[in-house]
């Protein structure tokens, strides 16, 4: 080994450690994603495969600039677009209302509480999706627990059309994504310095003025960081609506699943895929923009 | 007498321990304050006098007795409605906020109109000295200037009482002097009654009209920083403020002078006055402080009253000389000399002995353990 | 007065029991109702019985046989050993090689290291489904057919980020003194290394790789794409059954799983509080 210099041997370590992971994702997470890009600009075959021809009519399709002899522009593909979009944001709206008053509470709680607390709220993130998805269906279906409770007890004659519903997905994805807000909410919450509340009751603001003024701006990154993180997996997800919106509601995900495995239109699943992309890249550069703004006033001086 | 702006009549609180029980950090608390009073609470950790504080800004709530300012009972007014504001011990800076937007807090939360506000912030912002950094953020600032624009915030409402917790601690000790007398100045300028707490004594005796002395929950003393130094109402004041020699004793009466003996055979002599007359039974204690004994020489035998003291050690502070040492009955006792003694210094270092002359006169007497109504 | 700030205080504690009995009482439904001895409707409790567990466990039970659907449970054990082998394989490749990256991390400078650390977050904060298709066009592009490899391979790209993060976290909040005192004291690299670093980090690397045990069990959208016809997985099992209609074995299974889950989290759990 001394017939390496020190150098040499240290970038041997430095190679044999990252060398393996970075090789992997280079051929495994980067590669896949350029030619899913690729593929988005990509003309469909006729039976499944791609045509190695430029083709923008895939995003033409969704964004209204088709070729008018070949494809017929359809709003609905957008429109299902915006609908996902309302629902991601309405589902990290009720996450958020849901989750904040919690992580306040908890982080009121002694140190033994607050541990548990925690150890609860992350507890279901370790059970299968699918399970606690599946919860939700026995619960809301025709034959569910709701509506033979309030049959048996005489409330509703017939039962309630509660599942396949747009409010049973958003029910469904808050109930899923509590964990994922819960936890940077409480740690911004948790880190609040008590006694600025204080100042703010003392100089006269009432609970409304010191929480919009003080509490809210400052537990804000908490707010912020755990709306991305929800928002991410629940504009592009297919199993919530698949599961709890059964072929009624269409969301962006089914539509993707649907040119991948039932139509078999590869370029414009990959099109549409690109889209949800694009948005998520958008979200997390106005995040980047939001950190350093931020961040950006004058340095502290000692 | 000034009329009082705030009294409390039998405040109490007790808070329940984390591992159990309960401790009392408010025992019926009576005081009253005058207007434009300063007036110190001064006490060790764990007296009640921030739990005071707090009840008085309405962060605490009393369990018992009640709270008047100006004439109104404010005992279950909340504190974001008392006219009362706090300039807290690590200044409670909003952080999110410049130098302009946290003094001008209290005003913007009232809605006070936008050409007066800012007219009142800058007037307070000249007065601690900092006109000119409205647009600072608190973490471009050195503690000194956070200190001051705490202080600033805290005046701009022109409340009718300030309350400061241990606002000088975290400041360095040249600052912390500046900034003892710019408060001073300030209190008497604004017009306004400060309740201040510290456990730093000297601090309290420099800028106080009264100070409280605390302990327990209880207020040991209220009185002139002097009357609290020269007549300390208790042991616990005599220990607490500035050095003390206490000598715990039975009084005794002969040929129309006064005398205490210890259980160590040690004779204090004193004087009785209108407003020290022990009582025939029961022990008293005497406090000498330090400065009270002079050197006596070997020969000297004007004074009557002195105490024989075998030295341990002498140190030399600068403008004194401090003498450690012990009686025959080995009770420990201290004195501090003008350096000027210089030549009687010589002789007590050499022969390890000295004779500390007092004037019985100035012999104080406690006679009470509890704390003084 | 006193009496508002104490209604707001109550309806806090209030709100807050709510929302734990909003997480929590769905799950006990289902694990009441795994016990239903009704046939026909699931939710319409009839009485107690432990046959539903019978019959998945391989016992044979006196129930019914229209309302069950599996008519062997060979399928689900198919299921529950394919996610056992892909865990067991993705948690092992996850684990070394996400420990590498993050020792690497630690201990070199080097040209385009943030760069790197960005990379390494970058497969978190992508919604899962546009990897399971980029995967899916990836994999038939260059001819792999879709199976237990796929699924494993589809399964690193993002575990391999998760064991980095756990094991980074742990690396930060070590004490790099006692490297230098080892270093100091004579120890060669290697020593160091495995006596000084290594013990240290190991709670970080077993919590990742419990955590990466976990999540590829629990993976659904990834599989979904990249899994062929004889790689079903346990999820898949279950979502499939889903989409077919509801029987009372799915329940019983679902909560063999939220116990299992639960099991391995509080294992997770005790023996980082134990590690303090």
Redesign the interface.
Known sequence: MSALTRTQRLSAQLGILIGPASLFLAVFFICPLAIMAIYSVLAPGTYGGVVWDFYPHNFGRILGFADPDFEIYDPVYFSIFLRSLKIALITVLLTLLVCYPAAFQVSRLPERWKAFGLFLITLPFFASLIVRLFIWVLILKKTGFINVALMDMGIIAAPLELIYTDGAIILGMVYIFIPFMFLPVYASVEKLDWSLVRASQDLGANGIQTFFRIILPLTLPGIVGGSIIVFIPALGNFIVPAVLGGAKVLMLGNLIEQQFLSARNWPFGSALAMLVMASVLLLLYLYIRFEARRGDEAPAIR | MRESIIRLEGASKTFPLPEGGTVVALDRIDLEVSRNEFLTLLGPSGCGKTTLLHAISGFVQLDGGAIWLDGEDITDVPAHRRPVNTVFQNYALFPHMSVDRNVGYALDVSHVAKAERDRRVGAALAMVGLGGLEKRMPRQLSGGQQQRVALARAIVARPKLLLLDEPLSALDRNLRQAMQIELKNLQAELGITFIFVTHDQEEALTMSDRIAVLHKGVIQQIDTPRNVYDRPGNTFVATFIGASNLFEGTPRRADGKLSLVTAGGEVIHAVESCNKHPPDTGSVTAMLRPEQFSLGGSGDTRSEAFMDIIVEQTVFVGSNFEILGHTAAGRKVSAVVPASQVNRIAEVEDTKRARLNYDPASVHLIARQGPQA | ??LL?NI?AFG??A??LL??A???L??A??VV?SFNADPV????WSGFTIDWYKKILGFKAVVSETALYIESIDQLFRAVKNSLTVAAMTTTIAT???T??A???Y??N?LGKKF?RV?MF??L???????G??????FV?IGITPGITTIV??Q??FL?SYV?IVVSARLAGMDRTLENASAYLGAGEWTTFRRIVLPQVMPGVIGGALLAF?IS??D??IT??ISGVGSQT??LF??GM??RG?KPE??VI?VM??TF??A???LG?YLRTRQR
Do not use: K, Q
């Open positions: 007065m006193r700030r707001g806090l504690a709100y807050t929302f734990f909003f997480i929590y769905p799950i439904l289902i109702y409707n699931m939710m319409r070394i090689l996400g590498a990256t020792l690497a991390v201990r070199f080097f790197y990379l970058t497969p904060l992508m919604p899962d489904i546009v990897l298709i980029a995967l899916l066009i990836f592009s391979i589809g690193c790209t391999i980095f976990i069990m629990d659904l959208v979904y794409f346990l999820p279950i979502f889903l989409r509801i799915v329940n679902a799983m939220l889950s639960f391995i989290a509080s759990l």
